[in-house]
């Protein structure tokens, strides 16, 4: 099986948390929205999907895989669909369950790194509420961060099994999803994130361990992986960064 | 199994789709932090939850949903536990995965309701933030609402079986929380959520019938039920209401 994702092409978005679970597990994807538009990518293959006639489930917006005949939406849904046959999730109930609320609590963290640059969505540009993403990223570096960083330390910190994951004692999803989030945050923030990390070593270990992952390095090095840009999620604001 | 469920008092909040599923299906439950401190309840409940010594996979915030001897968090991950017994979602991984899917696009959406009035965040009074709250609900008001609305309606739309519901002919979960959301945008923006839903009939329609039922009539009728208020998820500011 192919699967087939689609997302805005240009920014890595939340479509590279799906990317790299679908990198580390090996499996053959398409990216359909990178190729050009004369071959069926582009924009319009996103909007080819979002607009289908005949689509009884249809997705709310992207990032959307399409697996067989069956169209999956939501990042943390489509992530906890590909965590059996990827591998990358526990096979028991409780521990799926446990996995999926982590990969939820990521999607806040990283939703209130978003709200940093544009607390009044994406309807303004950063330039036209500068000081609103001022201010709400005091809160978030004052508060925010060190809560969600001390919490998935704790997470790390608790699970006895050997090595640098947290669940159990092989990388499931959101051990990939957290180490694209420091990354994010590093870029985001090299100042007031680099700091934040200093006394988080299972954090900084984490991201590490997962970027170090044989097939992830080679999606790094294959150029396919985007770099971090300020049209992205993660965004460097150097005034922000204090 | 007498469910127990940890939330701040005094607000609907979040914890609000977890009852209206569990009133929904008359399962037992018990309100932890409604209780008095004295009879074990009250905030302090749910410190007691959060800061456990001995908790392997800790919860980040409430909700907070212990069933038996599982602690489980985050709203839709309470939901897709809950949607098997409770009888709320299909039974099969498709149509499981499609209600958890329209969940998670039902939390983007009061996501949006909220950061209308605490767009900086709840690091601020929404009197400190007054000037962005009006510029974040403009945008709101004139893009987003129409679009989830818009949505919304049309997956009502494409379910051919019988009767109000999104996902074929019996209600599930994302119906009890489309349901709470309509009535807390009608809390919130009187006047402009109230022009927003005149021409979505199918969504007016699912509103009534989620509160129709006998024992989420029951519940409202209860008392249990606490009323919107200004520190909750659905605030109503006339100055935003245009």
Excluded: C
Aim: a positive charge; zero cysteines.
């Amino acid at each position: 099986m192919t699967y087939e994702l689609f997302y805005w092409p240009g920014i890595q978005g939340r479509a590279e948390f799906v990317r790299l679970a679908l990198e580390e597990a090996g499996a053959r994807y398409l990216d359909v929205a990178v190729l050009p538009e004369a071959q069926g990518g582009g924009v319009s293959a996103i909007l080819r999907v979002l607009e289908a006639r005949g689509v009884r489930r249809p997705p709310f917006a992207p990032p959307i895989l399409r697996a067989g005949r069956q169209l999956i939406a939501q990042t943390p849904n489509i992530l906890l669909f590909l965590g059996g046959p990827l591998k990358l999730a526990p096979r028991d109930d409780r521990g799926r369950l446990w996995t999926h609320q982590l990969e939820l609590t990521i999607l806040d963290f990283y939703l209130e790194i978003f709200n940093t640059h544009h607390p009044l969505g994406d309807g303004y540009a950063y330039e036209e509420q500068r000081a609103a993403a001022r201010r709400r990223t005091r809160d978030f570096l004052a508060v925010r961060l060190p809560k969600f960083l001390g919490y998935f330390e704790r997470v790390l910190e608790l699970n006895d099994s050997r090595g640098p994951w947290m669940i159990g004692a092989r990388p499931s999803y959101p051990d990939l999803s957290m180490a694209q989030v420091i990354a994010g945050l590093k870029y985001a923030f090299p100042s007031a994130g680099g700091r934040a990390l200093r006394r988080r070593p299972r954090l900084r270990a984490l991201h590490d361990a997962v970027f170090d992952r044989p097939r992830i390095s080679r999606y790094v090095a294959s150029g396919r992986r985007l770099d971090f840009n300020n049209d992205d999620l993660f965004r460097h604001y150097p005034e922000l960064d204090r």
